[in-house]
């Protein structure tokens, strides 16, 4: 198998330090994360901004401080969300794109999510696509559904996305498709060959999905974002404790963890 890329997903969107006292939320704190999810085992890091009072943000200037000092700390493959909240515009969402990351997410189609909908129109979808094509920027096509598979091969068919592809596979959010071993299986199986996939297991799904894709050859990821639980009813102390976990799971089940530049190789980054 190849080696296992685990990517690390720090902060997202939606939670809180209500929810997560260790949260990061300021650039420092998501910087020093970053770092800490690097030494465990982390080749990617996963980013959502957020304002100084700890609202999501997709805002350049903020992304760009965190790009910065990431990449002065560690050698670790920068990938911003164009996700960001439910309630930023598509304008919004694209500015990270701007900053030329390695990678950035590119989700390819509309779900339920939670009490809210992500929306991602077909029109929006292209226009994604169009730019981090221009700007050279792999997309990481962020899958809920089954039907964004088909999507993303639409837009291969159109040239606005080059194979081999990337996918990560986001299952457990409320509205969307659950979090069970037999729709992991499913979303691998329905994929292009030759594409590279991850899995995000969301609250409960994410260490049992985890392990199931590393035995899969498939890749990880883990973090605040997706879980702030390290088991039922205990707060993980940092995103490095989940991946630290990741390592060790991997490392019983002979399956050597990738160093960024061994991911880079993986994943065809420029």
């Given at each position: 198998?190849?080696?296992?890329?685990?990517?690390?997903?720090?902060?997202?969107?939606?939670?809180?330090?209500?929810?997560?006292?260790?949260?990061?939320?300021?650039?420092?704190?998501?910087?020093?994360?970053?770092?800490?999810?690097?030494?465990?085992?982390?080749?990617?890091?996963?980013?959502?901004?957020?304002?100084?009072?700890?609202?999501?943000?997709?805002?350049?200037?903020?992304?760009k401080e965190i790009k910065e000092k990431v990449e002065a700390k560690c050698p670790v493959i920068f990938q911003p969300s164009t996700?960001?909240?439910?309630?930023?515009?598509?304008?919004?969402?694209?500015?990270?794109?701007?900053?030329?990351?390695?990678?950035?997410?590119?989700?390819?189609?509309?779900?339920?999510?939670?009490?809210?909908?992500?929306?991602?129109?077909?029109?929006?979808?292209?226009?994604?696509?169009?730019?981090?094509?221009?700007?050279?920027?792999?997309?990481?096509?962020?899958?809920?559904?089954?039907?964004?598979?088909?999507n993303a091969k639409r837009l291969v068919k159109k040239e606005l996305i080059e194979a081999p592809l990337h996918f990560d596979f986001?299952?457990?959010?409320?509205?969307?498709?659950?979090?069970?071993?037999?729709?992991?299986?499913?979303?691998?199986?329905?994929?292009?060959?030759?594409?590279?996939?991850?899995?995000?297991?969301?609250?409960?799904?994410?260490?049992?999905?985890?392990?199931?894709?590393?035995?899969?050859?498939?890749?990880?990821?883990?973090?605040?974002?997706?879980?702030?639980?390290?088991?039922?009813?205990?707060?993980?102390?940092?995103?490095?404790?989940?991946?630290?976990?990741?390592?060790?799971?991997?490392?019983?089940?002979?399956?050597?963890?990738?160093?960024?530049?061994?991911?880079?190789?993986?994943?065809?980054?420029?």
């Amino acid at each position: 198998m190849e080696k296992l890329i685990i990517t690390a997903a720090l902060t997202g969107a939606e939670v809180t330090k209500e929810h997560q006292p260790n949260l990061p939320v300021t650039p420092d704190e998501i910087v020093k994360e970053a770092e800490k999810a690097y030494k465990a085992g982390a080749s990617i890091v996963h980013v959502h901004a957020r304002k100084d009072n700890g609202d999501p943000t997709q805002d350049y200037e903020k992304y760009k401080e965190i790009k910065e000092k990431v990449e002065a700390k560690c050698p670790v493959i920068f990938q911003p969300s164009t996700g960001g909240a439910t309630w930023h515009t598509p304008e919004q969402r694209l500015q990270p794109v701007e900053l030329k990351p390695e990678m950035a997410t590119l989700s390819t189609g509309t779900c339920n999510f939670g009490d809210d909908i992500f929306m991602n129109s077909q029109e929006y979808i292209e226009k994604f696509a169009t730019k981090m094509k221009e700007y050279g920027v792999k997309p990481e096509i962020e899958v809920f559904e089954p039907g964004m598979i088909n999507n993303a091969k639409r837009l291969v068919k159109k040239e606005l996305i080059e194979a081999p592809l990337h996918f990560d596979f986001v299952l457990g959010v409320p509205g969307a498709m659950p979090g069970e071993p037999r729709n992991l299986m499913f979303m691998a199986e329905s994929i292009p060959e030759g594409s590279t996939w991850t899995v995000a297991g969301i609250g409960k799904y994410e260490t049992s999905l985890a392990a199931i894709a590393i035995a899969m050859g498939g890749h990880v990821r883990v973090g605040f974002e997706d879980n702030i639980y390290y088991r039922k009813g205990e707060l993980a102390k940092s995103n490095a404790q989940l991946v630290e976990r990741i390592a060790r799971i991997a490392k019983e089940l002979d399956r050597e963890v990738a160093t960024s530049d061994e991911a880079r190789e993986i994943l065809n980054l420029k």
